[in-house]
């Protein structure tokens, strides 16, 4: 790898289960920090969230999802990162990376509740540009 080389920020992609657009507050947390985020988009095999700081590829994390009708603690997922990279200088705001999360077990519990939320914001904010 030479010096004007980037690093790979990726190993693969999250599986393509059903992915819906789905602003969750998440806070992450790995074996040193804790971070607040939101998810972009979520299906039940895992999850983007834009959060501030990068995490490294294959890192383990613990996601807490707060979700509007969900469990007061919030509800808690495993998994490893498959992407992180920093938001280009148009998207910057709140947040300066996106996570890529692929969950160690599937979510079944997450997609009637997700799929609901999403239809609400789309409704209320329209569809996001990507």
């Known amino acids: 790898m030479g010096i004007d080389e980037e690093k790979p920020t990726s190993t693969s992609q999250i599986p393509r289960e059903p992915r819906h657009v789905v602003c969750i507050a998440a806070q992450l947390e790995d074996d040193e920090s804790r971070r607040t ?8 095999s895992g999850a983007l969230i834009l959060t501030r700081g990068r995490l490294s590829l294959g890192d383990p994390v613990k996601i807490v999802l707060h979700l509007p009708q969900g469990p007061a603690a919030g509800l808690i997922v495993t998994g490893k990162v498959v992407r992180a990279e920093g938001l280009d200088s148009r998207r910057i ?36 540009r990507v």
């Open 93 to 128: 705001g709140l947040w300066s990376d996106s996570i890529a999360i692929a969950f160690d077990e599937p979510a079944k519990t997450l997609e009637p509740t997700v799929e609901e939320l999403s239809q609400k914001q789309a409704e209320l904010f329209g569809q996001p």
């Open 37 to 44: 985020g939101v998810t972009w988009d979520v299906s039940t």
